[in-house]
């Protein structure tokens, strides 16, 4: 099936009773969640290549000999279907039953519990008992390497898992071994599922045969908390959601988003939520004086702030993984006091998912690299060799090399604002202690200049305050006016000044963001924002 | 009836007539026996000519579906300027089957004839002869006259000097019944697992490396090159005369408690009660028939008294409630057990089965679990109802048919032969098999 385009000519067809109209080539299965109808399914993934085998999505169609897989059966004009029909519901039924003869029932130990597609569907349509009485058969549980572990007993082999890795990630490493009731998710030999977003599959997998070795009996499913967020691990800008329990970030996985990353997220963003966890933050406003560093109240600690900076030219050291809006106050600091801005990314190995258009780990491996550079951030591979005596720098959340640190040791004042204390970093004036991305609310630029929003998943530590909140003091302190009393404010702030964000606002942003003027907007294709 | 034996004067042997004759096996044998006529007629005719007297004589596929096989070439987009492939269905694995085994050891040109004349008719220039992996002996005989047929020029490039090019390949398959199915053969012969493939889009449509593709058993390909020769009218003759529906003669595999099992070519309409007591000369001595499966393990097994009043037609076989399928014909005596060998059949498809459906997956192991259960006497009287209920589960709601093929049995045997069942859970009358008389 292609993709439909404005040209393809729409089919109307019936669906429970509900009208529907969707473009020639659509699934029974696809035309049915236009209208709110979701109809069981396993193996049917809309990412993945249609292979029809689970069987549950059997619908009646009137004037269909057979009961008919709606995954796999296109709609045609004045089709009227039928998903809970009494014969569509006993076939259903009987493929339950079968699906659970030889699982385990472990439910009260499997960490799939709760988000089981085996339990949803079973407890919606299913029977109450078995009627098998057989033994069942055994496997042992397998490691597939990387971050999956294989239960077998608990495979009901849609082999979603099989056709990501040969469409999706198109590195051939599972296959379907033996036949019948013997049959299991194998590995071919000598390979492991060790590609970077091979992690993929345990979200694809409806039950629990795949699991997370990192999230193994770390947490019930209905104990977690869940956020909308966007990756801030390379900058592809991947959506996902970030769970959290009793205030700690235990599992991140992908929100789906078309224009950016369809359904995936990859290993490397998906193990980033361990710093933001990290215990050794800095926790309140502290100003060092001849006695030694003190703690102090916000006030004071801004007040101070602004006394050290105030006639300096103020050279800013600002992570690439802070919001815009964090990275907007600074860059009007920069700009008051005639300083200048710079940034450093980190690097690593660039690793594509081949199966989805313009989707990669990509090699810069900091979120938001794209809005530092907008709002006229330098990168620099030695961002401080420009310091001199009599410059003031600010460090905002950035890591510090040797090199900085020497640079920093130059300057007349420091100050850090940051969630953490850099190890190399040997004198500061005064400490702003900011909350963590998960901690705030925000906006991130991708490569492709799409603006994403990410919202407050956990508390922050300690006295420390959203990012853009303390720059925008630190703004009003420097006697440069700021308003911005919400996430809101500050982004609409930026938006009113910065021509590329012009007309944005968090409402308009949504969920699944847009284009900063000037960018390809949609889909983007490699290179047209480069 | 094959060889050693010599036919029974009621066969009429067509395709079965040179069976047992070496030298019908070579090239120049099977040239002195008439061959290689048909395709040098079929080469010099238009593809829609050829089709046109496959649709006259009525011929019906004999892998199993009996669907009329010049509609099925008509399906066939000529000259729409994809590559069109044609596929030999030999990969014989139905339980109780061997006819095309027969065929391809004794008249291996007569397929590639077959073959050749099918391929022209359908557009394509290659054809595939997929034989299953257990026929060693069938394999070696047809690569052998491949080679000579090519040596020979009769295909290969310039086919028979036609400037026509017809390359037939012989692939062998691994073991596995499914690749029996016609998608999960072209799957196989593109070098991925057997699996059977969602239909549509149709072969003729997409099949064989997506391109279109026609699949053919190999005694319906035998059947064209006698058809061409002597005509479409010929062959419609040999029905009944109140069924033109089937046509032609048909090999009936044999086997089972009969006298004299074997490959036996007959008239289609011919009498099943004659076949089963003249041809195939009865029961063993002392024994009398109780059942017979009549066309391959994949279809309803039918009482003795029922096969008796049959018909050995695709319609004669319906009108007794079970169907010709592959004609390989399983015949029990009163010495077997129903449960046992019903419960045997269900082994098989268990095992066979591609594990892609959930039905068919779990179905069939599940079915084989409850049968074996009874057969060792720990069967209870729910057993009947979960036995009808899974094979209702497993009839028409899989991708291909291999589930219904193991619910088939299992539904006629426990309607036909219940008492045989419920002997086994009551055990009153605990079956036991009486010695196998020589």
Known sequence: ?530 | MGFPFKPHPRENTVLSKHFGQAEARTLDGWKARGGYRALEQALGMDPLAIQGVVKESGLRGRGGAGFPTGLKWSFMKLGDGKPHYLCCNADESEPGTFKDREIMRWTPHALIEGCAIAAHAIGAETAYIYIRGEFTEPLAVMEQACAEALRAGIIGKNAMGSGKRVDVWVHKGAGAYICGEETALMNSLEGKRGNPRIKPPFPAAAGLFGMPTTINNVETLAAVPPILVNGGEWYKKMSRPDNPKSTGTKLWSVCGNVARPGNYEVEMGFPFKDFLYDLCGGPPPGRKFKAVIPGGSSVPIITIEEAEAALMDYEGMVAVGTMLGSAGCIVMDDAQSIPRQVARLARFYAHESCAQCTQCREGTAWTTKILERMVAGDGTTEDFDTLMSLADDMTGKTICVLSDSCAAPVVSGLQKFRGEFEALITKKSVHTVPAIVA
């Not at chain 1, 296109?74 to 039924?93: D, I, L």
């Not at chain 1, 106050?329 to 660039?350: A, D, M, N």
């Not at chain 1, 594509?352 to 907008?374: I, S």
């Open chain 1, 1 to 530: 099936m292609t993709a439909p385009t404005a040209n393809t000519p729409m089919v109307n067809l019936t669906i429970e009773g509900r009208p529907v109209s969707v473009p020639a080539g659509t699934s029974i299965l696809e035309a049915a969640k236009t209208v709110g109808v979701l109809i069981p399914h396993y193996c049917y993934h809309p990412a993945l290549p249609i292979a029809g085998v689970c069987r549950m999505c059997l619908v009646d169609v009137e004037k269909a000999p057979k009961l008919a897989p709606a995954c796999a059966t296109t709609v045609a004009e004045g089709q009227v279907v039928h998903v809970h029909a009494e014969k569509a519901r006993t076939a259903r039924k009987g493929v339950l039953e079968m699906l659970l003869i030889n699982h385990p029932l472990d439910c009260p130990i499997c960490d799939q519990s709760g988000e089981c597609e085996l339990q949803d569907y079973t407890y919606q349509e299913g029977r109450a008992d078995s009627r098998y009485r057989e033994p069942k058969r055994f496997n042992p549980v397998e490691d597939f390497g990387g971050d999956v572990m294989y239960v077998p007993n608990r495979c009901i082999l849609c082999t979603r898992c099989v056709r990501f890795m040969e469409d999706v990630a198109h590195d051939t490493v599972l296959n379907v071994s033996e036949r019948g009731d013997r049959a299991y998710i194998g590995k071919f030999e000598g390979k492991d599922l060790t590609h970077a977003w091979a992690g993929n599959v345990v979200d694809l997998c409806p039950v629990g045969a795949l699991l997370s070795k990192d999230f193994l009996n770390k947490a019930r499913s209905w104990e977690l908390d869940r956020t909308a967020s966007v990756c801030n691990g390379c900058s592809q800008g991947c959506n996902m959601i970030v769970e959290t329990r009793d205030n700690a970030v235990v599992r991140l996985r992908p929100r789906p988003n078309a224009a950016v990353n369809e359904f995936f997220l990859c290993d490397h963003g998906r193990l980033t939520y361990r710093w933001m966890n990290r215990g050794d933050r800095l926790e309140a406003p502290t100003i060092f004086g001849t006695s030694g560093p003190r703690a102090t109240d916000w006030d004071v600690a801004l007040a101070a702030a602004a006394r050290v900076l105030k006639g300096k030219r103020v050279v800013v050291l600002a992570s690439p993984n802070l919001s815009n809006e964090a990275l907007y106050f600074l860059s009007r600091i920069v700009k008051q006091t005639g300083g200048k801005g710079y940034y450093r990314i980190e690097t690593g190995p660039e690793a594509p998912l081949p199966g989805v258009e313009d989707l990669a780990l990509r090699a810069d491996r900091a979120g938001n690299g794209r809005g530092a550079e907008l709002l006229g951030f330098e990168r620099s591979d030695a961002p401080l060799s420009g310091v001199s005596a009599g410059d003031a720098v600010l460090i905002a959340d950035h890591d510090l090399s040797p090199d900085d640190a020497a640079a920093v040791a130059r300057a007349s004042a420091v100050v850090l604002v940051s969630t953490f204390s850099p190890e190399a970093l040997t004198r500061a004036d005064v400490v702003l202690p900011i909350a963590n991305y998960v901690e705030e609310e925000g906006t991130l630029t991708n490569l492709r200049g799409r603006v994403q929003r990410f919202l407050q998943a956990r508390a922050a530590p300690g006295m420390a305050r959203p990012s853009w909140y303390v720059l925008a003091d630190l703004c009003n302190a420097l006697g440069d006016r700021q308003d911005s009393m919400t996430a809101a404010q500050a982004f609409a702030a930026l938006a009113a000044e910065q021509p590329a964000f012009a007309g944005m606002s968090y409402d308009q942003l949504g969920l699944k963001g847009s284009m900063v003027a000037g960018a390809t907007a949609g889909q983007t294709s490699l290179g047209a924002a480069s």
